[in-house]
């Protein structure tokens, strides 16, 4: 496990766990949810996973260039492929400080996609900055995708604030109900703060405008997610029981690969790469109400 310091703020990651983290803090206050520390829990029971070559559902596989290309079920319990084999694979850390590391997995593979990826976690008394790279290191053009998946505490008091333009309709198979981003139901438009919807939610949010507050009370310690690369969003928490919740900004919606356009997706060829970025401030108030 590596460990960053910076003032107050502290954060693990678990190279052998897909780079991800396992626990970030202000103090002894968490800023995302902790890791059970329980490996046979999984990925998903950290506290921030990587996603690539892709993020979130593919329908089995996509057409590119004359080619079909077929993707396997990659988690037990999920019938389609989910975020790509990043957060599954063990990587190798590079470079070190007190307060960064570098990190780099050499040889992703997922169906067609071969690639490498590196990230750059870089600590301060303020915020976390993640930058993620993939290059793709095979012979084929193909489409990439990227993002991060923090899991945040959630309470009775989490409120957030976001904008954006539009949203995809989840079906049963979590993929999108509709081939199209549609308007936002007031239920769903974050514009002015509010708290979390009671029941089941994930759905992607078209048009996201790279910023994020969320406030978790007064007793805790409110978050900005933000980034200058992504522009799609998911927002997931399975119910208002739930001790946690996920803000994913991601490069595409689910199931990119066989919508029209391929909204958010980048054709890498050989040796081209995709950048992207996120950072996660805290101790930033809100100045607009709900």
Same mark, same amino acid.
Request: aromatic share 10%; with cysteine.
């Given at each position: 496990?590596? *460990?960053? $310091?910076? @003032? ?31 490996? $046979?829990?999984?990925?998903?029971? #950290?506290?921030?996973? #990587? ?29 389609l492929p989910i975020h790509g084999d990043a957060f599954q694979r063990r990587w190798l ?16 593979? %997922?169906?067609?996609? !071969?690639?490498? +990826? ?12 993640? !930058? ?15 993002? %991060? ?7 009775? *008091?989490?409120?957030?604030? %976001?904008? +954006? ?9 979590? #993929?999108?109900?509709?081939? $199209? ?8 438009? %974050? ?25 978790? @009370? ?29 803000f994913e900004p991601v490069s595409h919606p689910v199931n990119a690969h066989n919508l029209?356009? !391929?909204?958010? &997706?980048?054709? &890498? ?22």
């Amino acid at each position: 496990m590596i *460990q960053l $310091a910076a @003032g107050q703020a502290r954060v693990e990651i678990l190279p052998e766990m897909g780079a991800g983290l396992a626990r970030l803090w202000l103090g002894d206050r968490p800023l995302l949810r902790p890791w059970s520390g329980i490996k $046979a829990d999984g990925p998903f029971a #950290l506290a921030m996973n #990587l996603l690539a070559p892709f993020s979130n559902r593919i329908a089995g596989g996509f057409h590119h260039d004359g080619s079909d290309y077929a993707l396997p079920p990659n988690l037990p319990g999920e019938p389609l492929p989910i975020h790509g084999d990043a957060f599954q694979r063990r990587w190798l850390v590079t470079e070190q400080t007190d307060n960064s590391v570098a990190l780099q997995l050499p040889d992703g593979s %997922f169906g067609p996609f !071969r690639y490498g +990826a590196a990230v750059r976690y870089r600590l301060d008394e303020h915020g976390l900055a993640a !930058r993620l790279e993939l290059t793709n290191l095979g012979v084929m053009a193909l489409p990439f995708g990227a993002g %991060f998946h923090p899991w945040f505490p959630r309470s009775s *008091q989490t409120q957030i604030r %976001f904008d +954006a333009s539009g949203y995809w309709p989840e079906n049963a198979q979590h #993929l999108p109900a509709t081939r $199209a981003a549609v308007a936002l139901p007031p239920d769903l438009d %974050f514009a002015g703060r509010r708290g979390l919807p009671h029941g089941w939610i994930n759905v992607g949010f078209a048009g996201w405008t790279g910023q994020t507050q969320i406030d978790q @009370g007064p007793d805790a310690v409110s978050v900005r997610v933000s980034s200058d690369d992504l522009h799609t969003a998911m927002l997931y928490s399975p119910s208002a029981g739930a001790d946690f919740f996920c803000f994913e900004p991601v490069s595409h919606p689910v199931n990119a690969h066989n919508l029209p356009g !391929r909204p958010g &997706l980048v054709t &890498l060829a050989g040796s081209d790469s995709l950048n992207v970025g996120m950072r996660l401030d805290w101790g930033l108030s809100d100045d607009r109400s709900a």
